[in-house]
């Protein structure tokens, strides 16, 4: 049963803590991706990642962190210099290397909440 | 300008009737375009996807890609309560694999009995 998923699916935290979450995926992707969603927004892109020990910064990288060890595996930390945490985390994937398709597939997401 | 732009609604729509939605995008660059479906509280679910000027038609989902005009839209025939959703449109710049999908804000459908 192929798929993506994100542990935990809520999230609480202290300010001031460092906390990952988990993004794992065995559809044998290349590309992985996470966003954060806010309430009536669209997605915002944090990093991403089209190989293993490789990724980028996207458009709101400032305040998050990523590793890239396993083709599987793309956990984010969201440390404590992140100003505003608390949002809907979205992890994707997607095989860019099947043609130039690009279709990114999402997991279930992860709902931090930060006091 | 922003590069993918949707009209957030709500768009409230009779059942069994026509739901249309739209989308227009800046790049005219962009190669790929998408249809995700998300559920309030749940993650954006792929639902379309469509490469050449046209329609692309898949059961109750009808995609049109206009090019020329930079506009993609969705057209839901016999709506049902179930189609009661916030629809994404997604736009991908070029072929490369360093290419970025860019997101609008999304349209919220309402189905109404």
């Known amino acids: 049963d192929g798929g993506i998923t994100q542990s935990p699916k809520y999230l609480f935290r202290k300010e001031g803590q460092n906390v990952t979450l988990s993004c794992e995926q065995n559809?044998?992707?290349?590309?992985m991706y996470w966003y954060r969603q806010d309430p009536g927004q669209g997605l915002r892109l944090i990093y991403y990642s089209q190989i293993v020990n490789d990724f980028q910064k996207g458009d709101i990288a400032e305040g998050y962190s990523v590793s890239r060890e396993k083709k599987e595996s793309f956990p984010l930390t969201v440390t404590s210099a992140q100003k505003n945490p608390t949002a809907f985390y979205l992890c994707a994937s997607s095989a860019p290397d099947r043609g130039p398709t690009y279709e990114q597939y999402f997991g279930p997401g992860t709902r931090l909440t930060v006091t | 300008q922003k590069e993918v732009e949707q009209n957030s609604g709500p768009l409230s729509v009779p059942e069994g009737a026509i739901a249309s939605l739209n989308c227009t995008y800046s790049?005219?660059?962009?190669?790929?375009f998408f249809w995700y479906r998300q559920y309030s509280g749940k993650s954006p679910e792929l639902i379309m996807s469509i490469y050449s000027n046209g329609d692309k038609e898949d059961g109750r989902f009808t995609a049109q890609l206009n090019k020329a005009s930079q506009y993609v839209s969705l057209l839901i025939r016999d709506s049902q309560p179930s189609d009661s959703a916030t629809y994404l449109c997604?736009?991908?710049?070029?072929?490369?694999?360093?290419?970025?999908?860019?997101f609008g804000s999304g349209t919220r459908l309402s189905i109404r009995p």
């Open positions: 997604a736009v991908i710049q070029g072929y490369s694999s360093a290419s970025k999908i860019i």
């Open positions: 559809l044998n992707h290349d590309a």
């Open positions: 790049d005219r660059g962009s190669q790929s």
